[in-house]
Structure formats: C-alpha cells, structure tokens
C-alpha cells in the first residue's frame, strides 16, 4: 500500500491530515485500466473543487476510460489521463511521469498586465536588489518587486527595505507573474503589515470519499512580527492573472489586512493545496484537496479580486508605460 500525502509547501498552518492509506493500489496492476482507475477514483473520493467547478466526475469517466483501455503506448495513456485531468482547469491538478508533466496554465487567455521590460526601461533606475527583493523609491513611493514566492526571505533583507522606505506614504508590493512557491515567504511579508493579531484567511480540507465529506472551516490567524520594523502608510498589492497558489494566497492575506488594496487584474487562483499519490506503473499525480477562502468568505480558486482595476495593454507597452504602477502611485499618494 503505498503512503497518500500532502505538499505543505503551499500553506503553512494548515495542517492538512492527508496521510492516510488510500484503499485502491495493493492490488492494482500496472495495465491501462488499473492505472486509469486508480487515478479517476482517487480523484472522486479526495478532490475537493467538484462542486465549485460544476463538474460530474462519473460523466467524465464514462468520456475518457475508453480513450485509456484502447491506448497502445505510455505516451498515449498519459495524453488521454492528462486530458482528463485538464477538465478541472486546476493547476494544482497534474500527472507526473519520466517524460511530461500535465500543466493547465490559468493566464494564457488573459492579458499580461506586465511588463518588466517596461518597468526596468523606465521606472526603476538604479534599483537595489536586496536577496531576492528588487526594490526602489519611484517618485515619492516606495516600491518592492518580489518576482517568485519560491526564493526566500530573510528578515534582515526585510528590515533594510523597510527602513529604505521609512518615512514615504506608503509602499507597493509588485507581485505581477509570480506564479507561488513557499507561503511562509508571503506571511514574513505580510506580518510586517498589521499591527495586531488578524485573520489573513480560512479553509476546508476534503477528509473522505463522499461529496460532502470536509473538516470543519478553519479561520487561520497571522500575528505581527512584533521583533521588527513595519512597513508604513498605504499598502498597494498589484496582481496579474499569472500570480498564482502562493501568490494568491498572500493576496488572499491582503483582504484581511486594514490599509492594504489590490491593484491590477484578479489572480490566478489556486486556493487548493496539493495532495498527490502513485499509480500502480509509478506516476505520480496532484490534486486540489482543500478549498480556501478570503475574509470575506470567498472561495478564490478562481482568483483573488481587485480592489481596483487597472489594465495595461499593448500599447501602453510599446510607449513604455505602465498604467498599473502610475495608478498605485497616484493611489498612494492621494489615497484615491
């Protein structure tokens, strides 16, 4: 029986209990059927977004198992099971094997919103690269570039930062196209934005095989950094559809902090945190197995919204603007 667990990367606190033994694979053999069956019923019995993604499983099976039991090749097994897994339109959902890694990639049909050719060319200067925080004062404001939730953070690399901004009106955190990674890096931020004990968001984890069958929501609570300085004034966030998981978690974080906004255009979601378990040929697979949501009781699977939307579009970029950052700034320094 091989061991189900979880990815906890994504977020800390959550304590997901995934580390059961998960009935199907002890006499499971490594033939189409058995490996698409497996996958399709760990699907049924552990994936928690059904409901929200409006999606009947059982339809899905009777589609895509015939497709599996007539493949003649592992590529074309991984093709029809990928496929499969792609109905979900969850980037938190994906088979791993020796040759491919299933992907669904939620900002290809939106726009950019982004550029950091535009934003080194003509607002950075001569910025500071602090470990992996590009940072600097743009008129009058402060402006912290933070590119992967997957490069750390240390504290003193924070201190510097905010005592270089100590004094302005306020600091935009540029989070555009960071695509997730370690959480715990976006909580070391974000206590630097309260001043107290504050619910940053809440989940629920899909503890059985029934459609129903969750844990009790759970709020999860953030307490200052109370050892070190704090950020100052108004907190703009800007966001892109290609922020995604951690970064839509630390987004999520934003709309319980007083005094902080989102700028740009609604995240990418990825409210899920992984879970994964073997086939019987040895692949590998993920899934969504818990559900997240905002303060305000929203599931942000599909996104974390705005508070204030702005676009930049092509040609804002081929006149070297970037309308997002010029309405942060404006924002800050006006507080409208």
Known sequence: MRKFGSILLLVIGLGVTACENLFY????ENNNADNFDVLWQAMKDRYALFEYKKIN????????RPLALQAQSDQELYDVMAAMLNTLKDGHTNLRTPFDISRYL????APANYSFDVLERNYLGDYRITGYLLNQEIDGVGYLHYRSFATPILEDELDFVVDRFKGLPGVIIDIRNNEGGNPENGLKIAARLIKERTKIYSFKTKNGPGPSDFSEEKDIFLDPNQQNPHFEGRIVVLTNRKVYSAGSYFSAYIKGIPGAILMGDDTGGGCGVPAGYDLPNGWYFNYSSTIGYTVDGLNFEGGVPVDIRV???QADIAAGRDPILERAIQYIKTGS
């Open 25 to 28: 694979s002890s006499e499971k």
């Open 57 to 64: 499983w059982d339809s899905i099976q009777t589609v895509y």
């Open 106 to 109: 939620p900002y290809l049909e």
């Open 311 to 313: 676009e930049m579009t």
